[in-house]
């Protein structure tokens, strides 16, 4: 979802030789991107605990992940994610914009927005950046120290399959979150000072776009079957 309200509008400037976007389809940009980008963050962090749930207390899995508390952790994030981009958005775009209507990125990112404002009211929506990544970093060490445990757990078990296997599912999901929170973090609150439009472009990549386009590669490699397959097919 991420992925996709980004780079088919770029793909498309970028094949037309143009480098227009409506009012209109820029505040829907920040919408859906804001939205797919922290419900994805909030289930990666319910997934953190869903491994540790299943690898450290195995007894108390059907207790504690039951299908009613599913079904409300994935209400809570993608709630939670409607307000954040709501909030984000209406701050945002109701920020009079003096400099120009040039947004220096190959979508509408808010960071670059706000470089266009010459108002004083831009500061609700820093302060709001700044609680969300605030709330964005306490996730972060919540799935570390998950994983550390799990990390724990795994390292105890006699079955060097089950240690691998446990691994090969654990740390892809941990480089995928490391790369998003330190690239936006880095995006969001790098000083004026070195910032550049070729280093802007190449970090917004790294956590607006690779995460997203990883993921299905990540999640499917985990699965016994689609490996068999594509050695098969390899191996004609």
């Known amino acids: 979802g991420s992925i996709s ?89 109701s920020i009079p914009l003096c400099q120009s209507n040039i947004v220096d990125q190959f979508f509408c990112e808010i960071s670059q927005i706000l470089t266009l404002s010459c108002s004083h009211s831009s500061l609700r929506e820093v302060g709001l950046i700044i609680f969300s990544a605030f709330v964005f970093w306490w996730c972060f060490v919540f799935i570390v120290v998950s994983y550390v445990q799990i990390f724990r757990a795994v390292l105890r078990l006699p079955s060097e399959q089950g240690r691998h296997k446990a691994f090969s599912t654990c740390l892809p999901h941990l480089a995928v979150v490391s790369l998003f929170i330190s690239t936006s973090t880095f995006a969001y609150f790098k000083p004026p000072s070195i910032s550049f439009p070729s280093l802007d472009l190449v970090v917004t990549v790294l956590y607006a776009v690779v995460p997203p386009a990883v993921n299905p590669l990540i999640y499917s490699m985990s699965n016994q079957e689609l490996k068999e397959s594509i050695r098969k097919v390899i191996s004609g």
């Open 5 to 93: 309200t980004t780079v088919p509008k770029a793909m498309a400037n970028s094949l037309w030789d143009i480098r227009a976007i409506s009012y209109l389809g820029c505040t829907l940009q920040v919408f859906f991107f804001l939205i797919c980008a922290t419900a994805e963050f909030s289930l990666l962090t319910i997934m953190a605990y869903d491994c540790y749930v299943a690898i450290c207390q195995p007894l108390h899995y059907g207790t504690l992940l039951g299908s009613r508390a599913c079904a409300h952790m994935a209400a809570a994030a993608w709630g939670s994610a409607f307000l954040t981009a709501l909030l984000h958005t209406a701050n945002t775009f």
